[in-house]
């Protein structure tokens, strides 16, 4: 259910931009440098505590990390609602508050911490920019 111009970034690299403030070669250079960064960043929180189970024995993630890092900048830079962006994307409002726990240490610094952050976007507009590619199966 993860809209195609998440999927695909390059099929319509205005619209994705607009959604998470990256090109998609941006985005493909960030999801390089930060995969690595990611799974250490895993490593030292899973290795924090004893543990019943070995790390990686639980269950799998549903979406890949390109999609969850995709989707969390469209959170920070686009800013919807958590409970819409669930249900534009298919993830779960869980989902995205674990994911956004999980990625802020390997996430560039938001754009305005600073200052003033960007306006919230209105669905209208965030679906807007998300309607022109057909979905993929």
């Not at 403030?21 to 250079?29: D, K, Q, V």
């Not at 549903?62 to 995709?70: D, G, I, K, Y």
């Not at 993830?91 to 240490?105: H, I, K, M, N, V």
């Amino acid at each position: 259910m993860i809209p195609a111009v998440l999927r695909r970034p390059h099929a319509a690299p205005q619209q994705f931009q607009a959604l998470t403030g990256l090109s998609p070669a941006e985005f493909e250079a960030l999801v390089r440098r930060t995969a690595p960064l990611y799974r250490l960043s895993e490593v030292q929180r899973l290795g924090q505590r004893s543990r019943r189970r070995a790390p990686g024995a639980g269950r799998k993630f549903e979406h890949p990390f390109a999609e969850r890092l995709a989707v969390q900048l469209i959170l920070r830079h686009a800013r919807p609602t958590q409970k819409l962006l669930s249900r534009i994307t298919g993830f779960t409002e869980s989902t995205l508050s674990r994911d956004a726990r999980r990625l802020a240490p390997v996430l560039p610094p938001l754009p305005g911490a600073e200052g003033a952050r960007p306006p919230l976007r209105s669905a209208r507009e965030l679906l807007g920019l998300l309607t022109p590619l057909p979905e993929v199966s």
